[in-house]
């Protein structure tokens, strides 16, 4: 199965500031009691969204003026703690299709990229010029190049940071990589086979 | 040039690369449990792919079983959903499962030592954050998602990239009262919740030298709360001694060979290192979080930060986020704050060293009224042992619940959480907000002892005075 080659990404952005935003955070352990990874991206950022009694609060995700974002903005270490994949299958069930932070947690990132959902890392001047230009006009279109590494939003221009095997995954449609891993079998055959512990 | 052990055991598991330049890695042992593994099993049965060497992937259920009440169906008609999925997916493709009723079932990162499944010079996955656990026996172990869980039960691999390898030294001796949960936050508030992203942590030093098993485990399980998604200790005596006569340890000639192979994973002791940081045990005392990521913790004798303590505006706000989540006002002691919750347990302290620990200091006092306080032994194994001890008497008797095994009130996806923003003194890896079940609920992350001395004092406090463990040192 031929997987889309993500030269860049487009689209509106919205900013959720804050550093270590874990993964807790961005779905709550509570949310995750299903079989299936249907239906999450209604429940991303449930209790920073809501109150306790289920009221809408201030927060950018809340704000219409960012309904149609698909690019999510934020700080340092994003997508720390636990490794749930539910993490970034709902911030893409909830439309996103890219995210620019300063730093991501390695698990986050992987689980990501392995969903074609480009996460780019940029300085926190740089993002706090993307922050404040979609804040000011949030139908601002943002482009994230993927093969210039870069993104472009209002006139301006800042570099980005994505790792190369992650960038040429991307560039490559190779970004879920079960086709290559199953090709590899009788490679895996061999090498499990002169492994003691690994025989039946 | 020597060769580290991550290098070896990456070495030794290398298929081949991949057209994006990845490696294909090959996964000698997969865990999994009920949360993060249902929807790959669902993703197989669409594409009609099987699994591919079922005997190598073992099951257990942990994060939504209550530990308060033992028979199914489960009043939580999701958790029964769940658990009743996990059974089918391993009956139909052969997957080992230590279900509820063998007398093996508990927390996957308990579970699998146990059992002498976690085995040194070994590459271990699960789809669980807290996997680096295992690097305690030499493996390199760690977390996946759920693609992955997926890309291992159909290959038996997974694409990665090599990571680079820190050495973190810990010499000199601890003083008494301090373990090795204090090692690790002390680590975790030293390097940053990120500072090991692209690492792998190799702990070593006279005090991993002299740690057990279980206390190697505690450091490793929480190796991701400092960004590092593998942590792990050379394989030597104590390893071998423990995995002796475990269930799924080899036996008789098979023994031999693995040992000997086990043991030449270890580190070269001329291998070169990415990095290294060289940390003495003296200075580390019995330390506590104050905030909402592992890394802000102060010792016990210490002052919560005020903003002003931080570096840089994004430090500063970083600390005004969590004073305020916290309630704290910032420049007041961290001892004395009123506790509501005391919960013992969960993957990083679960085990019967930690219980046994507690209860040698616990006999003879009483919980706090005002406080709730629970034991959760981290698996079935764990229980018996510990009941066959009497440990169970001597908590009960304290005033803690004794509860049956799982991963309770470290992530509430279970009946054991916290309410409205009740303070929690928690021997759990987490202090997110929210973790605990109720999103305003607070949790300060400590010892397995210290956790009994909050709970027997009503307040976070000093376990060594607590329990007289500075005079009975003689200090």
Same mark, same amino acid.
């Given at each position: 199965?031929?997987?889309?080659?993500?030269?860049?990404?487009?689209? #509106? %952005? &919205?900013?959720?500031?804050?550093?270590?935003?874990?993964?807790?955070?961005?779905?709550?352990?509570?949310? /995750?009691? *299903? +079989?299936?990874?249907?239906?999450?991206?209604?429940?991303?950022?449930?209790?920073?969204?809501?109150?306790?009694?289920?009221?809408?609060?201030?927060?950018?995700?809340?704000?219409?003026?960012?309904?149609?974002?698909?690019?999510?903005?934020?700080?340092?270490?994003?997508?720390?703690?636990?490794?749930?994949?539910?993490?970034?299958?709902?911030?893409?069930?909830?439309?996103? #299709? %890219? &995210?620019?932070?300063?730093?991501?947690?390695?698990?986050?990132?992987?689980?990501?990229?392995?969903?074609? /959902?480009? *996460? +780019?890392?940029?300085?926190?001047?740089?993002?706090?010029?993307?922050?404040?230009?979609?804040?000011?006009?949030?139908?601002?279109?943002?482009?994230?190049?993927?093969?210039?590494?870069?993104?472009?939003?209002?006139?301006?221009?800042?570099?980005?940071?994505?790792?190369?095997?992650?960038?040429?995954?991307?560039?490559?449609?190779?970004?879920?990589?079960?086709?290559?891993?199953?090709?590899?079998?009788?490679?895996?055959?061999?090498?499990?086979?002169?492994?003691?512990?690994?025989?039946? | 040039?020597?060769?580290?052990?991550?290098?070896?055991?990456?070495?030794?598991?290398?298929?081949?690369?991949?057209?994006?330049?990845?490696?294909?890695?090959?996964?000698?042992?997969?865990?999994?449990?009920?949360?993060?593994?249902?929807?790959?099993?669902?993703?197989?049965?669409?594409?009609?792919?099987?699994?591919?060497?079922?005997?190598?992937?073992?099951?257990?259920?942990?994060?939504?079983?209550?530990?308060?009440?033992?028979?199914?169906?489960?009043?939580?008609?999701?958790?029964?959903?769940?658990?009743?999925?996990?059974?089918?997916?391993?009956?139909?493709?052969?997957?080992?499962?230590?279900?509820?009723?063998?007398?093996?079932?508990?927390?996957?990162?308990?579970?699998?030592?146990?059992?002498?499944?976690?085995?040194?010079?070994?590459?271990?996955?699960?789809?669980?954050?807290?996997?680096?656990?295992?690097?305690?026996?030499?493996?390199?172990?760690?977390?996946?998602?759920?693609?992955?869980?997926?890309?291992?039960?159909?290959?038996?691999?997974?694409?990665?990239?090599?990571?680079?390898?820190?050495?973190?030294?810990?010499?000199?001796?601890?003083?008494?009262?301090?373990?090795?949960?204090?090692?690790?936050?002390?680590?975790?508030?030293?390097?940053?919740?990120?500072?090991?992203?692209?690492?792998?942590?190799?702990?070593?030093?006279?005090?991993?030298?002299?740690?057990?098993?279980?206390?190697?485990?505690?450091?490793?399980?929480?190796?991701?709360?400092?960004?590092?998604?593998?942590?792990?200790?050379?394989?030597?005596?104590?390893?071998?001694?423990?995995?002796?006569?475990?269930?799924?340890?080899?036996?008789?000639?098979?023994?031999?060979?693995?040992?000997?192979?086990?043991?030449?994973?270890?580190?070269?002791?001329?291998?070169?290192?990415?990095?290294?940081?060289?940390?003495?045990?003296?200075?580390?005392?019995?330390?506590?979080t104050?905030?909402?990521?592992?890394?802000?913790?102060?010792?016990?004798?210490?002052?919560?930060?005020?903003?002003?303590?931080?570096?840089?505006?994004?430090?500063?706000?970083?600390?005004?986020?969590?004073?305020?989540?916290?309630?704290?006002?910032?420049?007041?002691?961290?001892?004395?704050?009123?506790v509501?919750v005391a919960f013992l347990g969960s993957?990083t302290n679960?085990?019967?060293?930690?219980?046994?620990?507690?209860?040698?200091?616990?006999?003879?006092?009483?919980?706090?009224?005002?406080?709730?306080?629970?034991?959760?032994?981290?698996?079935?194994?764990?229980?018996?042992?510990?009941?066959?001890?009497?440990?169970?008497?001597?908590?009960?008797?304290?005033?803690?619940?004794?509860?049956?095994?799982?991963?309770?009130m470290c992530?509430?996806?279970?009946?054991?959480?916290l309410?409205?923003?009740?303070l929690c003194a928690s021997s759990s890896n987490r202090n997110?907000?929210?973790r605990q079940?109720?999103?305003?609920?607070r949790t300060i992350l400590m010892?397995?002892?210290m956790v009994?001395?909050a709970?027997?004092?009503?307040?976070?406090?000093?376990?060594?005075?607590?329990?007289?463990?500075?005079?009975?040192?003689?200090?």
């Open positions: 199965m031929a997987l889309e080659k993500i030269h860049s990404v487009t689209g #509106r %952005a &919205v900013y959720v500031p804050g550093d270590d935003i874990d993964t807790d955070r961005i779905i709550p352990a509570r949310f /995750m009691k *299903c +079989v299936t990874f249907d239906g999450l991206g209604e429940y991303l950022f449930y209790d920073t969204r809501h109150t306790p009694d289920g009221e809408k609060k201030d927060h950018p995700l809340n704000d219409p003026r960012h309904a149609e974002a698909s690019i999510l903005v934020s700080g340092n270490n994003f997508g720390c703690g636990s490794s749930r994949e539910h993490a970034p299958q709902a911030i893409y069930r909830a439309g996103f #299709r %890219a &995210v620019v932070a300063e730093s991501f947690a390695e698990i986050f990132f992987g689980n990501s990229i392995q969903l074609g /959902m480009p *996460c +780019v890392t940029a300085d926190a001047a740089d993002i706090r010029k993307l922050a404040a230009t979609v804040r000011e006009d949030p139908s601002t279109r943002v482009e994230i190049d993927v093969k210039e590494r870069v993104v472009r939003f209002g006139g301006m221009e800042i570099p980005c940071g994505l790792r190369d095997g992650a960038r040429q995954s991307l560039l490559e449609g190779h970004w879920d990589p079960i086709q290559d891993l199953l090709e590899g079998a009788p490679e895996v055959e061999a090498l499990a086979g002169g492994l003691e512990y690994m025989r039946a | 040039m020597g060769k580290s052990l991550f290098k070896k055991v990456w070495d030794a598991h290398s298929v081949r690369e991949l057209p994006n330049g990845q490696t294909q890695l090959l996964i000698g042992t997969h865990l999994i449990h009920e949360v993060t593994s249902p929807q790959a099993f669902g993703m197989l049965r669409e594409r009609g792919i099987p699994v591919r060497f079922p005997h190598r992937t073992f099951a257990t259920v942990d994060h939504i079983v209550p530990t308060n009440e033992v028979a199914e169906p489960y009043s939580d008609p999701l958790a029964q959903a769940m658990i009743e999925e996990l059974r089918k997916n391993c009956a139909d493709h052969g997957v080992t499962f230590f279900d509820t009723n063998t007398g093996h079932q508990g927390i996957v990162h308990i579970v699998g030592p146990e059992q002498g499944i976690t085995q040194p010079g070994t590459t271990i996955a699960c789809g669980d954050s807290h996997t680096s656990t295992h690097g305690a026996f030499g493996a390199i172990a760690f977390g996946i998602g759920t693609s992955q869980v997926r890309d291992v039960l159909a290959t038996q691999t997974i694409a990665l990239n090599p990571l680079k390898v820190r050495r973190i030294n810990v010499d000199g001796e601890l003083a008494p009262g301090v373990y090795a949960k204090d090692v690790i936050l002390h680590i975790i508030r030293l390097l940053g919740t990120k500072g090991g992203t692209g690492f792998a942590y190799e702990y070593g030093g006279s005090v991993f030298d002299g740690f057990s098993m279980e206390e190697r485990m505690t450091v490793c399980n929480m190796s991701i709360e400092g960004g590092a998604r593998v942590g792990y200790v050379n394989p030597d005596e104590t390893t071998v001694e423990y995995l002796k006569g475990r269930p799924f340890a080899p036996k008789g000639a098979g023994w031999d060979r693995a040992v000997e192979r086990w043991l030449s994973f270890a580190s070269d002791p001329d291998c070169e290192y990415d990095d290294v940081v060289n940390i003495r045990a003296e200075n580390i005392a019995p330390t506590v104050w905030g909402i990521t592992p890394g802000q913790a102060v010792f016990i004798h210490e002052n919560i930060p005020t903003p002003d303590d931080g570096g840089t505006e994004s430090a500063r706000e970083s600390i005004r986020e969590a004073l305020e989540h916290m309630s704290f006002a910032g420049g007041e002691p961290i001892r004395g704050i009123p509501d993957c679960g085990r019967l060293s930690d219980l046994k620990e507690v209860a040698r200091y616990l006999e003879g006092h009483k919980v706090n009224p005002r406080v709730k306080a629970i034991c959760v032994p981290g698996s079935q194994g764990v229980s018996k042992i510990a009941e066959e001890l009497g440990l169970d008497r001597i908590f009960r008797e304290a005033g803690f619940e004794w509860r049956a095994a799982g991963c309770s992530l509430a996806m279970n009946p054991d959480k309410i409205g923003n009740q997110f907000k929210g079940g109720s999103p305003t609920g010892s397995p002892l009994a001395a709970a027997v004092t009503g307040e976070i406090a000093d376990a060594r005075e607590v329990f007289g463990i500075l005079e009975s040192a003689g200090v």
